[in-house]
């Protein structure tokens, strides 16, 4: 089993390295830098009462994985990580804020949930998600988790027209089966926003879709973040095979 204090991968060039957060110190620091792109970046309403920390009641309950470039000693990119375990004990995930997931009820005891992905502007260029996915696959097959959920966002900025046309073009060629779906809770009002505009999917849901995940419902909206969420569940027998061996490490 992945130890805490255990390194995960490292990626040549920059000196980047990924685990999982070992002290305080370094989750903290990536609490910082949550802050500094939901917060200040995409003006999020976020819960903290630390000014200047993005921290909400999961975080105490969570793994935090960590991308450090060492040679400037700072964190620059987070992941964080809700076991079935921890989810228990929390009573639920934090998918469920916006999701009914009565469907997924018999999939808890093997369930992950990964959530506030996020990059620091200056190493947006690829290595950085490379690594973050290298270290949730390694996470997920050393513990013996099948399934990841979580919530993609999309820019609510224009009013939700995007997200609604995103969510048209890509519905038939992803959604889950029927009895793997989920309903939101605040739904995003599709009937009355445009659904024919040409869009192109955000990089993190481009990815999930490219790995093998199903979109499993409608958007919700997201009011804090002003974002409208796709419910994400990617089985790992359902992982492509060549997607897994480029962008997440996994040896055939």
Request: aromatic letters at 8%.
């Amino acid at each position: 089993m992945l130890q805490k204090s255990q390194s995960i991968a490292q990626r040549p060039g920059r000196n980047l390295h990924v685990g999982i957060a070992t002290c305080e110190t370094e989750i903290l620091e990536a609490q910082k830098l949550r802050y500094r792109v939901f917060g200040e970046e995409m003006g999020a309403r976020l819960p903290s009462r630390t000014a200047g920390v993005d921290r909400d009641i999961y975080d105490p309950y969570c793994d935090h994985l960590i991308v450090r470039d060492e040679d400037a000693g700072r964190i620059v990119g987070t992941y964080r990580i809700l076991s079935p375990a921890a989810a228990r004990k929390v009573g639920g995930y934090y998918s469920e804020n916006e999701f009914d997931l009565t469907r997924l009820q018999h999939l808890r005891p093997q369930l992950v949930e990964i959530g506030r992905s996020c990059i620091d502007a200056d190493y947006r260029s690829g290595a950085v998600i490379t690594l973050l996915w290298a270290g949730l696959a390694r996470y997920m097959r050393e513990n013996g988790y099948t399934y990841l959920i979580g919530c993609a966002s999309i820019s609510m900025a224009d009013g939700g027209h995007t997200a609604a046309s995103l969510y048209n073009r890509l519905q038939d060629a992803h959604l889950s089966p029927l009895e793997y779906r989920v309903f939101p809770r605040c739904p995003l009002p599709l009937a009355s926003l445009r659904a024919d505009l040409s869009t192109d999917a955000p990089p993190l849901i481009k990815g999930y879709l490219r790995a093998g995940a199903w979109i499993c419902g409608e958007p919700a909206w997201d009011p804090d973040f002003n974002t409208a969420d796709l419910p994400i569940l990617l089985p790992m027998a359902q992982l492509d095979g060549r997607y897994a061996k480029h962008f997440m490490g996994r040896q055939d």
